[in-house]
């Protein structure tokens, strides 16, 4: 069995925010095989933990997230990426629960992962970091809220690979949580979302600058790589409706084709965008990593049973939301984790929103969305007596 121990090492130090080290007394085994310790998880928190630590919230980011859901991302300047959904008085109340967001095992915002230096070489891992999964992700968190004092939390949520951990999280630690809502996801990857992830990997490990990525020690970035993998990635999270909406075939600062291979058409020029900019924020070794880990992701597989067998007896309330016009995570993947959850006979709600906004709609300004997130939040803290954090902890 293979100990690594784990530092952070460059940009990453210089984020705001929380950092804590993690594994110092004990490492943590991976799936893999592979004990890591000690490491860091770079995290944030919202709101106030109240005197007896019922109203922490653990907010679970999808594959391009990070730990900063509401302020302006320190490397970009824009909104968290749920700010629509958190915050005082927003459906996720921070003037009632305490939220946590933790940059995921692998990442590239101040968590352990390619980034940082191997102690055995002096360098930056790359691609001799371990292999990690969406279960140790969710081990990784527990052990940050083991740190926090945290014993159980009142809700897990989160969407797309977020939502993976929601449910990684209720099947693997029940007694740990008191609600569950997983958005805009499945129990495991499909074969359509694994080849779409491949197509991203191969252009990254095509791009000259990766070096089999060792690029850190070259000075460089597989930034063209990185970038096509991000454009081939932002398409699965629209719809065909919401493209057309803002783009159609409308063209791009001119009056008509140029008959070459420049951006002629708008929607080319938002993709192209979309890869540029997000080359400023993300690690391309970590985007190996983490695209790995959701298609590793197999519920049944990896407990060896089927759902309902995973989830009977389970305490947790389930909250499942899909969305009408989601290609990427589809309605139906949403409602065979419903009929497994009937089967186990446990306590869960279903809505499908209906939007045309693609997988993305949980992000975005979808107000039915946001009511729902509200009620079923509210009625569940109304029914455990979670109230307003009036005296911190």
Request: net charge negative; with cysteine.
């Amino acid at each position: 069995m293979t100990h690594v121990a784990l530092l952070n090492t460059g940009l990453p130090a210089q984020l705001p925010g929380h950092r804590v080290l993690l594994g110092t007394q004990q490492p943590l085994r991976l799936d893999s095989g592979v004990e890591i310790g000690p490491f860091t998880i770079a995290y944030q928190t919202y709101g106030r933990l109240n005197a007896d630590r019922s109203n922490a919230i653990l907010i679970c980011h999808a594959l391009t997230g990070d730990q900063f859901v509401i302020e302006p991302h320190p490397v970009t300047g824009k909104p968290g990426w749920w700010h629509l959904a958190v915050g005082p008085d927003r459906p996720i109340d921070t003037d009632r629960f305490f939220v946590i967001c933790a940059n995921v095992l692998g990442g590239c915002m101040g968590t352990s992962g390619p980034l940082d230096e191997n102690p055995e070489t002096g360098e930056p891992y790359g691609t001799g970091f371990p292999v990690i999964t969406i279960a140790d992700m969710v081990r990784a968190q527990v052990l940050l809220l083991d740190h926090l004092g945290i014993e159980k939390v009142f809700c897990v949520l989160g969407g797309s690979m977020g939502g993976m951990q929601v449910l990684e999280f209720a099947a693997r630690y029940p007694d740990r949580l008191v609600a569950a809502i997983p958005i805009a996801t499945a129990t495991r990857h499909s074969a359509q979302n694994i080849a779409f992830h491949e197509v991203g990997r191969q252009a990254i490990m095509a791009d000259p600058e990766w070096h089999g990525g060792a690029y850190y020690q070259q000075g460089v970035r597989p930034t063209k790589g990185l970038s096509v993998a991000r454009m081939v990635a932002h398409i699965t999270y629209l719809s065909e409706s919401a493209l057309h909406r803002k783009f159609g075939r409308s063209l791009q600062d001119r009056m008509r084709v140029s008959f070459g291979f420049d951006a002629d058409f708008q929607v080319e020029s938002y993709l192209r965008h979309q890869g540029f900019t997000f080359v400023d924020r993300f690690d391309a070794n970590s985007y190996l990593y983490i695209t790995r880990a959701m298609d590793y992701f197999d519920l049944a597989v990896d407990y060896d049973k089927p759902l309902a067998e995973i989830f009977r007896s389970t305490p947790v309330r389930f909250c499942v939301v899909s969305f009408t016009g989601d290609w990427l995570f589809p309605t139906t993947e949403s409602r065979a984790l419903v009929l497994a959850l009937n089967a186990a006979a446990a306590p869960v709600s279903f809505v499908d929103i209906d939007s045309d906004k693609g997988h993305d709609a949980f992000l975005l300004d979808e107000p039915e969305f946001h009511r729902v997130l509200r009620g079923f939040l509210d009625g569940v803290a109304e029914g455990t007596g979670v109230g307003k954090p009036d005296a911190a902890a």
